[in-house]
């Protein structure tokens, strides 16, 4: 086992030498899920339903709460080796070599990061439209373009349409299932986009909330030493969104890259422990998969009977349809206490819904029931803005 006195790895040494790209990474300010899902809102109300943010309401699961408490007691040491026995965990698992793969206080932060490193005024960020927003913010903090693709039918990225766009494409954004529809982009797909796109570009696979689903990951294609960087977070199935801890895998050579902006920071070891038993758990990901899947077949089954239409989602949230603009629906939800999801502006009569416990997707079907109906209206007046949490000053992507 190592200590922290044996810092032994290139990459930690070669984080004193700053590069030009600290600049960038000084001037770059993380957009995460909860910024986006509470730039409007709020401290929330006492017993307040939150199905705004695509959290786990199960939290951490009983190991990783165990392993994380036992570990305050030593919160005073920075203690490396609990991060290098995290990804010897991670490399086990997924069959990559410990270089491989970093450890981070979530997803957000490589995610920016490679942005930072992969795009520029001449090598443009290519999405899905919609899609989840925190890159092109990253993009537009740098001045990169961002290309946005619309979805193909079947809510599936646009591979051959995206690489059409772009044929100075720095970075290829892919998230299956996608935020905000929960659909997925089929391997193959992922594939030709790999096999087909620019010379010296990447290909970043979100992989967020890939344990939800039945598709298979992008990993083969990091173990195969492709162009690919791999984002996962434990921020979702594990529950530990405030506890913090993500991790991306790519090439050793990707990595450093990425590193340049901000990395190898000391990890908060209780979210480093608890991350650890997580992934000990056999049993966390298929029963947390099951719970999830047969809540939001439940709800899916309610909307049907109703008469609402939704995007069926692979995921732990979907996008539902108001038919009309759908900022006053949500300003009605919040009204009866169920904060619901934003709206994006390719599809703007829909609102993202995360799928919650039980009761709480009961209670949200009560008030959805009531809004559609026109028996409640925000006409009282709008939720109050948090003066910590909005946007202003970020560029919105057009
Ligand atoms: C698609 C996607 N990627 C990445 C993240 C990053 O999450 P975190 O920084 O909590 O790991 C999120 C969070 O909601 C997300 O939805």
């Not at 732990?316 to 502006?345: C, H, S």
Request: proline share 7%.
């Amino acid at each position: 086992m190592a200590n922290d006195l044996n810092v032994s790895s290139a990459s930690r040494r070669s984080f004193l030498s700053l590069s030009a790209a600290a600049s960038v990474a000084l001037a770059l300010r993380i957009v995460t899920e909860p910024m986006l899902a509470r730039a409007r809102v709020h401290n929330f109300p006492k017993d307040a339903i939150r199905i705004d943010a695509n959290e786990n309401p199960l939290g951490p699961c009983a190991s990783a709460r165990e392993a994380a408490a036992a570990m305050v007691a030593q919160g005073g040491r920075y203690s490396f080796w609990l991060t290098d026995d995290m990804v010897q965990t991670l490399a086990e698992m997924e069959g990559l070599k410990p270089e491989q793969i970093r450890v981070y206080p979530g997803s957000s932060e490589p995610l920016h990061h490679a942005v930072a490193a992969f795009t520029s005024a001449q090598r443009s960020y290519v999405t899905a439209d919609p899609g989840y927003e925190a890159g092109m913010f990253a993009s537009n903090a740098i001045g990169t373009t961002v290309v946005k693709v619309p979805l193909t039918k079947s809510y599936a990225h646009d591979v051959k349409a995206m690489l059409a766009a772009a044929p100075n494409a720095g970075l290829f954004y892919v998230c299956t299932p996608n935020n905000p529809t929960g659909t997925i982009t089929s391997h193959s797909d992922i594939e030709y986009l790999v096999q087909n796109k620019p010379k010296d570009s990447v290909v970043m696979v979100d992989e967020a909330y890939i344990h939800f689903c039945d598709a298979p990951s992008a990993m083969d294609l990091v173990r195969a030493g492709k162009d690919v960087i791999l984002l996962r977070t434990f921020s979702k199935i594990y529950g530990m969104a405030g506890l913090r801890c993500g991790a991306v895998f790519a090439r050793p050579d990707v990595l450093e890259k990425i590193e340049n902006y901000g990395g190898w920071n000391a990890m908060p070891i209780t979210a480093v422990v608890a991350a650890t038993a997580s992934l000990k758990d056999q049993q966390l990901v298929p029963e947390r998969k099951r719970i999830n899947a047969r809540i939001r077949s439940q709800v899916f089954a309610w909307l049907d009977r109703n008469g609402y239409s939704y995007i069926p989602s692979e995921s732990n949230f979907f996008m539902l349809d108001t038919k009309r603009p759908a900022k006053p629906a949500i300003e009605a939800m919040a009204k009866q206490n169920v904060y619901i999801g934003r709206i994006w502006p390719a599809m703007p009569t829909y609102t993202r819904i995360t799928v919650g416990t039980a009761p709480e997707m009961e209670q949200f079907q009560t008030a959805w029931q009531k809004v559609m109906s026109g028996a409640v209206t925000a006409s009282v007046g709008a939720p109050p803005i948090s003066r910590r949490r909005n946007l202003d000053g970020l560029v919105i992507p057009a």
